[in-house]
């Protein structure tokens, strides 16, 4: 039995996709990188400048908290949460505090406390120039960020271990996805974790919670909430006393304490007279609902059920759906040309995507819904290496050609007379003038250098330029050779 059992709660921010801001129509565009570009007074915090809800970021949050199994209330509303930064000129950040959109919901066995949704503060950069003096350092900030949306997931602390931190982030992330709700990169800020972590003994009540932010890669949740629950057992041990705060993951893989948490109250939240309630519909809840997609899990098993994927290359499809999407769509397609192929050569359609197409889409800059070609040529292309009508070698060009032109395979084969000659009276006259012009050779072979037979195909697959089929090849040399 371990000596301290480790408790965490979850708060995870994501930044919502959608066009505009969440109280204004200014650009919600993350990738602007001029500062202060997409701002207007209601988003500068201007005074007597009125907000308005943005209905699609409402409904993103709803559809998430549907995806989670979560309550959503006919009822919500917006509150203010005053603070002062200087990334925040309004002083107040609009907020949910006892109403939020949803209640509940479970991921991965871990129960949801609530999702809210909020607006994103401005952003602070600091140009600090080292030894020559404070006059010389700048603080800049940039209001782009200033109300984009934002979406704040709070779990219940049912956490107990890092690395069931890390699962339940990566499937938020894939869900977010899915949803289209968020793009969810945690390099690149859409998607922010903070851990409420504390130790106790088994059966003891609850330690003194640490809350650790700046968690911006799923590498730093794991590491952080490892290197913190160490840090705190070293305290007790010690016989001291873990103190409340909040603590900041820093890059050189140590949390530092960065202020003494606040109490909600500090934050005197007020509900926002300029919003009017949030009144939401069984029926608009209905049509979020039927409007779902497929989500990881569900996806997970009918993919395992039709496909018999491994682990690791169902991995790889869930986190793509773009790529589950074409390879679904070809082995539709592959099937309905030849069931038995299709049985004996599923595999092969990974394989295309995953490695050789791969590499010519990452070196055009390009993915699977801007592909020239359809599924079903895939599927043709498949067919042909199936049915040794061209060689996996041949297929590779082949598919190359496919991808520059969005050529059908077949028509490739055809127009450029590639493809492995079954022929056989094309083949006999080629081996006939290869026995001729290679004596030698053929004196070796009949003493017995079985090598030799190799060359004399290697030379007839030269003169059919690579389209011999090679079993055939070696056939008829053996027929004639023995003659
Ligand atoms: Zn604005």
């Known amino acids: ?37 997409n701002v207007c007074p209601v988003c500068l915090g201007h005074p007597g400048a009125l907000p308005t809800i943005n209905g699609n970021a409402v409904k993103k949050v709803i559809s998430v908290g549907l995806a989670l199994g979560g309550k959503i209330g006919n009822m919500s509303k917006f509150d203010r949460k005053s603070y002062f930064y200087p990334d925040l000129p309004k002083s107040y950040q609009i907020s949910q505090y006892d109403e939020p959109l949803v209640l509940g919901g ?9 999702i809210h949704l909020e607006e ?15 006059d010389q350092d700048h603080s800049y900030v940039d209001f782009n960020r200033s109300s984009m ?9 049912d956490i107990s271990s890092p690395e069931q931190a890390l699962e339940f982030a990566k499937e938020l992330q894939l869900i977010l996805r899915y949803l289209g709700a968020s793009d969810a990169d945690m390099e690149k800020g859409q998607m922010r974790v903070e851990a409420n972590l504390s130790i106790a003994e088994p059966g003891a009540k609850l330690g003194t919670k640490v809350e650790v932010k700046n968690l911006n890669s799923f590498r730093a949740v794991r590491d952080a909430i490892k290197y913190e ?21 820093d890059e050189r893989g140590v949390t530092v304490s960065q202020r003494l948490k606040e109490q909600a109250h500090d934050y005197r939240y007020m509900p926002e007279p300029d919003l009017p309630p949030l009144v939401i519909s069984d029926e608009e809840i209905g049509e979020i609902r039927a409007s779902l ?10 993919l395992t059920e039709s ?28 099937k309905e040309l030849d069931s038995a192929v299709f049985e004996s050569s599923f595999p092969l359609i990974l394989n295309y995507l995953t490695s050789d197409l791969r590499g010519l889409m990452n070196s055009a800059g390009t993915d699977f819904d801007k592909l020239k070609f359809s599924p079903k040529y895939l599927a043709n292309l498949i067919l042909l290496v ?3 009508s061209v060689t996996s070698r041949q297929a590779k060009d082949i598919l190359a050609k496919m991808f520059e032109t969005g050529t059908d395979p077949l028509e490739i084969v055809k127009s450029e007379n590639i493809g492995m000659s079954s022929d056989v009276a094309e083949i006999e006259g080629v081996v006939v003038s290869v026995i001729a012009e290679n004596e030698a050779a053929v004196a070796d072979y009949k003493k017995g250098k079985v090598a030799s037979l190799q060359f004399l195909i290697g030379k007839a697959m030269g003169k059919l330029k690579g389209r011999g089929n090679p079993e055939v090849l070696r056939k008829l040399f053996v027929d004639h050779l023995s003659k």
């Open 293 to 302: 997609p497929e989500l990881p899990d569900a996806k997970r098993k009918r």
């Open 1 to 37: 039995m371990p000596k301290f059992v480790t408790t965490i709660g979850l708060e995870i921010h994501a930044e919502l996709k959608t066009k505009t801001k969440m109280f204004c129509d200014c650009l919600n565009d993350p990738e602007e990188r001029r500062p202060n570009v």
């Open 149 to 157: 949306p934002l979406m704040e997931l709070v779990t219940e602390p």
């Open 307 to 334: 496909y018999g994927l491994s682990e690791k290359q169902l991995d790889l499809v869930i986190a793509e759906p773009k790529l589950a999407d074409f390879m679904e769509k070809t082995a539709a397609e592959l």
């Open 386 to 388: 199936a049915k040794s």
């Open 106 to 114: 479970s991921l991965k066995g871990i129960r949801l406390t609530r």
């Open 229 to 249: 629950v160490e840090r705190q057992t070293k305290i007790i041990e010690g016989g001291g006393k873990v103190v409340q705060e909040t603590r900041g993951w």
């Open 120 to 134: 994103d503060t401005g952003r602070l950069s600091h140009q600090l120039s080292g030894t020559t003096g404070r």
